[in-house]
Each structure stands twice: as structure tokens, then as C-alpha cells.
């Protein structure tokens, strides 16, 4: 659902608010004055949609659960400019990441992509594996073709980690 | 025993709020030789005043304990208060229980109360042993030392030399004038900022009580309040500063082209060169970083020395050195703007028509690199589209926090000025965070820009970015609107912030004077006293002691010359007698109080004693500043601080033990 939708008649809730304050380590990262540097700049913006200096004020204001539920999350490509450039040390991206746990922790709908790459890297131990790629000329290009070594994927030590790091938890 | 009075202030609610006065006072009343307690809604109201004289006659009481604000607050108050009653003004304590205790623990009023306790009982067992002291009085000199000659430092000088004080007024650069002289108009009023700063300069310099020393720089500063004593080194202008009628036709047979540091670069001059069109002196310097003859040998060039035709040039000219006295100083070396190329997504630096706000003031004016037409440094061609981004570098956690106070107004004066210049047909944009148009007359100017078609983005830019054709071009989202605007400028103009002057730690240094957490040099009450640095005689005006505009400068500059009047006008002052006491029979003159006095008040002396030559310490009286610090690093404790004394404070210490046992807690 988009963003508009869920919060027009929604109202805060400040112990969601809380909780991702909590994950988030304090206030520090969304202690922002609405400069909208990071909405200017955003690599997600023109196609996406993404603003986020209104996801800031909606983390601030207390609408989390909307946040958390809707897809706008999903459309972060993680470039990072929003964080080196807030004047004020503030970071959206370090709240959409947040957002992202607690929409997983709730078992929210995650986007088929990311779905994808997690089942990829579980099978394989890579987010992407190797493709072939067709030319304008058509024509079928693939590391081996290009003389490219080969790539292995860390199938296994990744899997042996991965189960490692299960069992601790 | 002395008889003792104790007094628990409410201060409103700021204490009464959160520590249980009543018990406080119930408790004080059975504190030995206490003979009255009390508590009152102001202790520094009238009545409260009233009621502590009062008490000090009816009981004859012989120590007064006060628990109320901090004694920075209040302290001299109260002291004044008692020695009209009678009383040796030293024999009084403060508590603090404000600043303390109930701001500090206003979450826990039970534990405050007993905090509140134990701090009275401890003033009590110092205030038993304190000990009746009387101020010392010295003579001044009746010269001041103005440092930097921008606009506050002017103002500061006429109104000191106007009062009869004679003014030293030291200005590093070859003219006075300073940041305002750079400026095209002045905000609100859209005044030409050279008409009404020229006269100013001007009469600085006729003026018969200022000695007006361009060019020099001050290296060394001793000597305490209403004496000090400055060495001032005058670098060398290699121009008689007598002989010099500022024709320029040295300059103009000059050939060694160097950047004008006045038009911030964006034209050039010549090695010898008057600093800028109304200069005050209006007197040529040559560079000796690029002179031929000074850089290179005696024969070669020597143009200038031709075409001066008043033999002014002197190539053989040392640097001299200046001592005077003084009894205050006013600081008023003003401030830098920041240096955008630190912001590297904002381009500047990296592309010629990413200017600063300090940079257009000399495009726009009429004595600037273009004569006064808005061009585009790239082409030289008429802007069409102009753009102002505000807040860079100020408000910003990675460079300085602090707004910087003139941006917003900066810029809106820059956005008017554009429009008149270039007419109805340019697009004028300002990209803004927050417009703050705070002083008088200001927010009715920003409606005048708003009048001329301006158009206000709120939204600041993440980035500026450059075409392989040179063509600027940048998005910004408009929170008005809730749109992205592609925008593409001919000209960016950055406004850029006021930051702390590169040279204030070595000024803070030479004048004992600390810098706030901004860098800029600290006032010693941000509220009660603006116009003073903690360091007695030592005054601050204008932009050194944070970011300001003119009528701000020049109002803080003839405060600070109004305090400096007030303290050398009697020719005598009163010095606190809380100072450091050598007892010369425990000093075995080892020097290290010597070493470490920051204040240069400890004087090594030798004496006869026993028949042998002795090494003793001794304090001057007049320059310590009673810090402590050589009562703490005496290794055979010979040095006693006066109304500090060991026995006073171990007293208290002892007191705040006791009351541990009491209550069956540690201490």
C-alpha cells in the first residue's frame, strides 16, 4: 500500500516509536531538522518515490507500523548519500534498514526481490550468481567465452557459517 | 564561636520544587552556633536583602550562609548586601542548591533534600573559619589597546578616544576597514556600505587620542588589569608611511602580477599595491612574497623607485617593534567566511561559477573585478538563471553547528541586488533551510524580496553538479510544493558562514583568553556579561566573540568601550583580595610555582635570611588570579590561597564525612 493511503487516518504509536529508537540506539539518527538535503539527493526519489526526510518525520511522529508495513522501505538502493551529507549527522538510511528488521520481525510481505536474493544466497552463498549476458548483436557472452577465470561460489563455507551462526543464536 | 545566620532562598520554584526548604531550615536551626535560619521566596529580592541586614544587626551575627544559586550568579550581591550591614563582606558563604542540587536532581526530591543538608552543614563548617579580607586598590593607565580595525573595532576606538582615553588600534592588514569595507549594501536598508564606513575610517585616523598602527600585529602581552604592558611588531611596508601620497603610479609600473587579496581573488593587482580604493592610510606596501628586488637581489627591477616621484619607496625598511601601556583591551578581530571547497558536494572550488556570498559582494560592487556587472566568471557573460544555497557550513555538524546570524540576510540582500541589476527577465532562486530574519526590520526586507519575484525553494541541494559543457545543474525538493526542481544556473551562490578568525588561538593565548566549544573566544557570562573575556580588562566586541551582524558589531563595540571607560575613568580600581600568600619561611625556592603560574604572577627573590642568600617566592599581587594552582603544586605547602585555606576547605570535607556517620551511609 503506499505510503499516503496507510497514514492519512492512521494515528502514532509511540511504543512502536520506542521500539525502533531502541534498535536505532537513541535519537541521534533521527535528530533531523527537515533540511530536505537527503529528499534533494536521493538516488530513489525520481523513479521510487522515496523521501527521506518524511520517513525521518514519520519515525519522529510515531507512525512506525505504517512504515513498517508499506513498500516505500523496500525502495532504499543503499547509496549512502543521505547519510554522508546530513548536516546533522542524522541518517535515513540507518531508519530504513531498521524499518526493514522490524517489517521482517513482523513477518510483514517483503518484496519478491529480496526474497530471491536471500534463497540465492542460502543455495549458491553469493546474492547473484553468474549470468550470461546477450550483446546487441546477439550475442551470448559468458566468463568463459571472455577468457574470464572461474568463479567459485562459497557455497559451503558460507552454508557452514551461516548454520554456525544459527546454532549461537 | 561566631554567631551564624542561614538563609535557604526558594528562588521561585527553581528550588523550592524539588528540595523540601522547610526541613532544610528545621535541620540548619540545630546546627551548632547557628543562631537564627530561614527561608525566603528571593533571598536577592529587596526584602530578602533586607532580611539578612537586619538579622546581622538584631543577633549580631558574625558569618553569614546563604543556600541559593550559584555564587557566579549572585555572590557579589550578597556581599554587597552584608558589608552594608556591618559585616566583613568575605565572611559570607554561598550554597549552591540551585545549579547543584535541585537542577541536577530534580527526578528525585527526597535525596535532593538530603543533598540540600549536607551542602548547608558544610558551608556552615567553612563559614566558621573564614576570614575578614579587604580589596587592594592600584592605579591604571588610562590608554587602551583596540586589536583589529573592522567596524567594531572602529566604533570601539572613536568611542574610547571621544571619552579622552588615548587608543592604540592595531590592525594586521595595510587598511582598516576590515569585512565591511569587502561589502557592497549593508542589510535592511540596502545602505552602500562603503558611503557610511569611509567617513568612519576616516575619522578614525584624524582622530588626536588614536594612534592608528596598520600593518602590525601584537606579539607579546604582560601585566595584569589597568596595567599591562604590549609589544606590538610593525612589519615593514617598504613605503615611507609620511612620504606616500597614494597616486599609484608605482602600481601601475609594476610588473609582478599577484592576486588582490581584497577583491577575494577574482582580479589582480601588483606586487606594490594600495590595499583597496578607500584605504585608510591610503598608502602603498609591497609584497615580499612577490617583489623581484625583495625576493631576488638589490639590482634587479626597481620600476617603482622610479615613477615615485615623492622618493617614497624604501627598500631597506626593517620590521619595529612598539611597547606601550595600557590599562584595557577590547578584541575585536573579527571573524572569516567559511571556506566552501571543504563542502566537496557543493562544487566550489571545482567550478568557476560556484562563487561565495563574500566573493559576490565584489562582483556586484562597483569598485569589484567587474566594475560592478553580475557576470558569470567563466564567460563573463550575464547570468540568466541564479541560484543562492544557504547554510553552508554553519548548521552543520560536520563543519561548525552554529548558524551563522547573517547567511539568510546576506543572501536576501545579494537576491535584491541581483534583481535590480539583471531586471525582471532573470530567475532568481533561493534554496533555504530555515529563513531567519530575526533583527529589526529584517523579516519586512525578506517580504521586499518576496515582492520582487524571488522565488524560495525550501530545500536545500544534496549535490551541484557540472556537464561536459560547463552547464551547471542541480535537483532540489521543494517542501512547498512537494516537487523536485531541475534546476540549471548560470550562477551559484553559496552562503557561506562566519567561522572563528585562523589566528584567535594564538590571540586567545597571548591575552590568557578561552575560546568556546564554537572556537570563538568566550564572554565571560553568555547573559550578565556579553562584553567581557573572564581575564579582567580584557574586552570583546564584534564577530571574535561569535558570528554578528554590523549593527550588532558595532553595538557590542560601544558597550565594550563603555565598560573599559567605567573601569580606567577613576584611575584607580579594586582588585579581589582572593590571591595566592607565599609563607617565606616554608619556601624553599624551588621554582616550580614559577613554572606553572599561567598568569606570570609568581616572582623569584632573593633574600638574606640566617646569613646565607635565600631564593623566595612571591606573589604579584596585582596579576594573580587566584586559580590555586601553585597552593596545589608547592611541594612544602608554603603557599596558602586567601578565603581557600586548607583548614577551611578540609573543614568542609570533614562535614560532608560527618553527616555520612550520622545517617549510618559512607560519605
Not at chain 2, 523540601?20 to 547557628?34: C, I, S, T
Not at chain 2, 582615553?165 to 576590515?178: F, H, N
Not at chain 2, 532562486?429 to 521586499?448: L, P, Q
Request: proline share 4%.
Amino acid at each position: 500500500m503506499g505510503l499516503t493511503d496507510l497514514t492519512s487516518m492512521a494515528k502514532p504509536n509511540l511504543e512502536s516509536r520506542e521500539k525502533i529508537l531502541r534498535k536505532l540506539g537513541g535519537r541521534e539518527l533521527v535528530n533531523c531538522f527537515q533540511c530536505i538535503k537527503c529528499t534533494s539527493g536521493c538516488t530513489a526519489l525520481k523513479l521510487l518515490e522515496l523521501k527521506p526526510h518524511e520517513i525521518i518525520k514519520l519515525v519522529n511522529t510515531g507512525f512506525v507500523d505504517e512504515l513498517a508495513s508499506s513498500d516505500i522501505i523496500w525502495t532504499c538502493v543503499t547509496c549512502l548519500k543521505c547519510l554522508q551529507r546530513c548536516p546533522q549527522r542524522a541518517s535515513p538510511y540507518h531508519v530504513i534498514m531498521a524499518l526493514r528488521n522490524l517489517a521482517v520481525e513482523r513477518e510483514a510481505k517483503v518484496p519478491e526481490g529480496y526474497l530471491k536474493a536471500v534463497s540465492r544466497i542460502l543455495e549458491i552463498g553469493l546474492a547473484e550468481g553468474v549470468q550470461d549476458v546477450v550483446t546487441r548483436k546477439m550475442e551470448i557472452l559468458n566468463r568463459e567465452s571472455l577468457k574470464l577465470p572461474k568463479i567459485t561460489y562459497p557455497k559451503e563455507s558460507f552454508q557452514a557459517a551461516f548454520m554456525k551462526a544459527m546454532e549461537e543464536r | 564561636m561566631p554567631k551564624i545566620g542561614i538563609y535557604v532562598c526558594h528562588c521561585g520554584l527553581n528550588i523550592a520544587g524539588v528540595v523540601d526548604v522547610k526541613r532544610v531550615v528545621e535541620y540548619a536551626k540545630g546546627l551548632p552556633d547557628v543562631a537564627v535560619a530561614r527561608n525566603y521566596t528571593y533571598m536577592c529580592s529587596e526584602p530578602g536583602q533586607r532580611m539578612i541586614q537586619d538579622d546581622i544587626k538584631v543577633h549580631n551575627l558574625e558569618r553569614v550562609v546563604i543556600a541559593t544559586c550559584s555564587p557566579r550568579m549572585h555572590e557579589e550581591t550578597f556581599r554587597r548586601a552584608v558589608a552594608e550591614a556591618g559585616l566583613n563582606p568575605y565572611l559570607l558563604e554561598i550554597v549552591n542548591l540551585r545549579e547543584h542540587v535541585s537542577w541536577a536532581h530534580s527526578d528525585e526530591p527526597e535525596r535532593a533534600t538530603e543533598k540540600a543538608i549536607d551542602l548547608v552543614r558544610m558551608g556552615v563548617a567553612r563559614a566558621m573559619l573564614l576570614e575578614p579580607l579587604e580589596k587592594t586598590r592600584v592605579s591604571v593607565e588610562r590608554n587602551v589597546l583596540v586589536v583589529g580595525g573592522g567596524i567594531a573595532g572602529m566604533q570601539a576606538s572613536l568611542d574610547l578616544a571621544d571619552a579622552g582615553l588615548r587608543v592604540y588600534l592595531v590592525e594586521k592588514a595595510q587598511s582598516i576597514g576590515g569585512r565591511m569595507a569587502q561589502l557592497d549594501k549593508t542589510f535592511p536598508t540596502l545602505d552602500c556600505s562603503a558611503c557610511i564606513l569611509t567617513p568612519k575610517m576616516v575619522d578614525v585616523a584624524k582622530h588626536p587620542n588614536i594612534t592608528l598602527l596598520t600593518n602590525s600585529e601584537v606579539t607579546a602581552v604582560k601585566g595584569f588589569v589597568g596595567n599591562y604592558e604590549v609589544s606590538i611588531l610593525k612589519k615593514p611596508r617598504y613605503v615611507d608611511e609620511k612620504a606616500c601620497v597614494g597616486c599609484e603610479l608605482c602600481t601601475k609600473v609594476c610588473p609582478v602580477k599577484v592576486p588582490d587579496e581584497f577583491n577575494e581573488g577574482l582580479s589582480q593587482t601588483r606586487a606594490i599595491s594600495i590595499y583597496s580604493p578607500y584605504a585608510v592610510p591610503k598608502v602603498a606596501t609591497i609584497s615580499p612574497k612577490h617583489c623581484l628586488r625583495l625576493r631576488f637581489n638589490k639590482d634587479v627591477c626597481g620600476k617603482c623607485v622610479e615613477a615615485c616621484e615623492a622618493k617614497a619607496i624604501k627598500f631597506d625598511q626593517q620590521p619595529e617593534t612598539i611597547q606601550i601601556k595600557v590599562g584595557g583591551v577590547v578584541l575585536a578581530v573579527g571573524s572569516e567566511v567559511f571556506d566552501a571547497s571543504r563542502m566537496a558536494e557543493l562544487g566550489y572550488g571545482r567550478y568557476k561559477n560556484v562563487v561565495s556570498n563574500i566573493e559576490f559582494e565584489r562582483i556586484v560592487n562597483a569598485s569589484g573585478p567587474t566594475g560592478g556587472k553580475i557576470l558569470c566568471p567563466s564567460n563573463k557573460q550575464v547570468p540568466k538563471n541564479v541560484v543562492f544555497v544557504q547554510c553552508v557550513g554553519s548548521r552543520d555538524k560536520r563543519f561548525h553547528e552554529y548558524c551563522c546570524r547573517v547567511g539568510c540576510m546576506a543572501t536576501l540582500k545579494q537576491a535584491i541586488l541581483t534583481r535590480e541589476h539583471l531586471g525582471k527577465d532573470v530567475n532568481v532562486y533561493v534554496c533555504f533551510n530555515d529563513m531567519r530574519a530575526f533583527g529589526k526590520g529584517y523579516d519586512e526586507f525578506y517580504r521586499r524580496a518576496r515582492d520582487l519575484d524571488i522565488n524560495f525553494v525550501a530545500g536545500l541541494p544534496s549535490d551541484i553538479r557540472c556537464d561536459a559543457k560547463g552547464g551547471l545543474h542541480f535537483d532540489v525538493y521543494d517542501k512547498g510544493t512537494n516537487k523536485l526542481l531541475e534546476l540549471r544556473p548560470d550562477l551559484i551562490v553559496l552562503a557561506n558562514g562566519l567561522v572563528p578568525n585562523s589566528d584567535l588561538g594564538k590571540i586567545g593565548e597571548l591575552f590568557h583568553v578561552s575560546r568556546s566549544a564554537d572556537g570563538f573566544l568566550l564572554e565571560a557570562h553568555p547573559k550578565l556579561r556579553p562584553l567581557e573575556s573572564a581575564v579582567g580588562g580584557i574586552f570583546l566586541a564584534g564577530a571574535c566573540q561569535g558570528p554578528k551582524d554590523i549593527p550588532d558589531a558595532v553595538a557590542q563595540a560601544s558597550g565594550a568601550a563603555a565598560k573599559v571607560v567605567d573601569l580606567l575613568a577613576g584611575g584607580e580600581i579594586e582588585l579581589e583580595p582572593l590571591k595566592a600568600v607565599v609563607d617565606k619561611d616554608m619556601c624553599s625556592g624551588c621554582r616550580i610555582c614559577e613554572s606553572i603560574c599561567p598568569f606570570i604572577a609568581i616572582e623569584m627573590k632573593t633574600e638574606k635570611a640566617d646569613g646565607e642568600e635565600k631564593l623566595r617566592a612571591e606573589v604579584v599581587e596585582a596579576m594573580c588570579q587566584g586559580c590555586g594552582l601553585c597552593v596545589a603544586a608547592c611541594p612544602t605547602s608554603a603557599i596558602k590561597m586567601r578565603h581557600y585555606t586548607d583548614e577551611q576547605v578540609l573543614a568542609q570535607v570533614q562535614a560532608a564525612c560527618a553527616g555520612g556517620e550520622a545517617k549510618g551511609g559512607g560519605c
